[in-house]
T-cell receptor
Framework: AQSVTQPDIHITVSEGASLELRCNYS??????LFWYVQSPGQGLQLLLK??????LVQGIKGFEAEFKRSQSSFNLRKPSVHWSDAAEYFC????????????FGTGTQLKVEL | NAGVTQTPKFQVLKTGQSMTLQCAQD?????MSWYRQDPGMGLRLIHY???????DQGEVPNGYNVSRSTTEDFPLRLLSAAPSQTSVYFC???????????FGQGTRLTVV
């Protein structure tokens, strides 16, 4: 069965510092890949997605992610974190492309120190 | 547009009670899904639908029923609530050929 691993449960960074959140998936084929963000008490918002093509994808709020097939990874990055980025981040995969059968990682809680 | 609307936002049930979580979308999306979110476990797929009259099970379907009589609505029914069903429930919708799932704000359910 496909699985998604986010090895960092909590990450703390200082405002203005760079950020990288790790995501690895376990599946034979390349799935459709997503990063979602969840603010406290809110639903999930899509940051970016990868289906094919350029392995570096740009998303909203200044986030980007790089797909590395050899490492089965899809890490999320941001060059300079803002205090408003504090939230929980979820990596997800979908084999069908429809976006309605997502398998999520367990999430990374980001804390931003001022 | 309202997007995906879930009601209620909060609910407390007693063990053995039944209830229906409502989900409605106004984006004319064909695909809809229900997930539950538990601490340390991310979101897990309960049931999903690829169109009116078509539903299927996800990863954790036991104890839940769904139906899809219209494109807009996808209610989730708890037949006999158990404390293990205490969770936050999210409904999501996706266009048929689209790639992004739009999520509702969630329903926080507590079963005592």
């Amino acid at each position: 069965a496909q699985s998604v691993t986010q090895p960092d449960i909590h990450i703390t960074v200082s405002e203005g510092a760079s950020l990288e959140l790790r995501c690895n998936y376990s599946y034979g084929a390349t799935p459709y890949l997503f990063w979602y963000v969840q603010s406290p008490g809110q639903g999930l918002q899509l940051l970016l997605k990868y289906f094919s093509g350029d392995t570096l994808v740009q998303g909203i709020k200044g986030f980007e992610a790089e797909f590395k097939r050899s490492q089965s990874s899809f890490n999320l990055r941001k060059p300079s974190v803002h205090w408003s980025d504090a939230a929980e981040y979820f990596c997800a995969v979908d084999l069908t492309g429809g976006g309605n059968k997502l398998t999520f990682g367990t999430g990374t809680q980001l804390k931003v120190e001022l | 547009n309202a997007g995906v609307t879930q009601t209620p936002k909060f609910q407390v049930l007693k063990t053995g009670q039944s209830m229906t979580l409502q989900c409605a979308q106004d984006m004319n999306h064909e695909y809809m899904s229900w997930y539950r979110q538990d601490p340390g476990m991310g979101l897990r797929l309960i049931h999903y639908s690829v169109g009116a009259g078509i539903t299927d099970q996800g990863e954790v379907p036991n104890g839940y029923n769904v139906s899809r009589s219209t494109t807009e609505d996808f209610p989730l029914r708890l037949l006999s609530a158990a404390p293990s069903q205490t969770s936050v429930y999210f409904c999501a919708s996706t266009r048929v050929s689209g790639t992004e799932a739009f999520f509702g704000q969630g329903t926080r359910l507590t079963v005592v």
